[in-house]
Antibody, heavy 119, light 113 residues
Framework: EVHLVESGGGLVQSGGSLRLSCAAS????????MNWVRQAPGKGLEWVSG????????YYADSVKGRFTISRANSRNMLYLQMNSLRAEDSARYYC????????????WGQGTLVAVSS | DIVMTQSPDSLAVSLGERATISCESS????????????LAWYQQKPGQPPKLLIY???TRESGVPDRFSGSGSGTDFTLTISSLQAEDVAVYYC?????????FGPGTKVDIK
């Protein structure tokens, strides 16, 4: 069974940094593209960033480009999101999601980790 | 960016009746190379992460009840719940994966009448 467990969220001041982690299990991690999708409280879904299975290719939403960095450690089945220069509008629950075939729809979601940025 | 819109914002349907949700993309999401529409549907229940229901506009994810179906092509898509059950109360989102950034619709809330 696929398990995705996020961690690293918390309260941070505007301009600060956080590093989110996602521990994956139940599948061959290196064979799958992975993504981060966020959801502000009471709001809809926003795709944030994606990374290929090898880690060679990364993609970002314009709203986070230049501030966030996605990476992965396939030997440890881990996905990361380094978030710098955080803004109030980055406050959201961040979900780690699996892309089953590299097409960028998402078949498995973690429970998410909550990020709150205070201004 | 491709903008996704959904209608209605919310709907209430009697148990056992049909629920229909529409999703429109600002440009076509049809891949001519494989003749498939890059459109997915998700269900999100309160306090839970989203769950994939449908991909390629009409392919049901494994384990999803067959009362859920997707249709449409190009820019206009529909999610149909043929016979609404109590456990279907949720917010439903469409998502295009034709081009980055991969965008979601604003969601449609489905309740029991």
């Amino acid at each position: 069974e696929v398990h995705l467990v996020e961690s690293g969220g918390g309260l941070v001041q505007s301009g600060g940094s956080l590093r989110l982690s996602c521990a994956a299990s139940g599948f061959t991690f290196s064979g799958y593209a992975m993504n981060w999708v966020r959801q502000a409280p009471g709001k809809g879904l926003e795709w944030v960033s994606g990374i290929s299975g090898s880690g060679d290719n990364t993609y970002y939403a314009d709203s986070v480009k230049g501030r966030f960095t996605i990476s992965r450690a396939n030997s440890r089945n881990m996905l990361y999101l380094q978030m710098n220069s955080l803004r109030a509008e980055d406050s959201a629950r961040y979900y780690c999601v699996r892309d089953p075939f590299g097409d960028y729809y998402f078949d498995n979601w973690g429970q998410g980790t909550l990020v709150a940025v205070s201004s | 960016d491709i903008v996704m819109t959904q209608s209605p914002d919310s709907l209430a349907v009697s148990l056992g009746e049909r629920a229909t949700i529409s999703c429109e993309s600002s440009q076509s999401v049809l891949y001519y190379s494989n003749n498939k529409n890059s459109l997915a549907w998700y269900q999100q229940k309160p306090g839970q992460p989203p769950k994939l229901l449908i991909y390629w506009a009409s392919t049901r994810e494994s384990g999803v009840p067959d009362r859920f179906s997707g249709s449409g092509s190009g820019t206009d898509f529909t999610l149909t719940i043929s016979s609404l059950q109590a456990e279907d109360v949720a917010v439903y989102y469409c998502q295009q994966y034709y081009s980055t950034p991969f965008t979601f619709g604003p969601g449609t809330k489905v309740d029991i009448k």
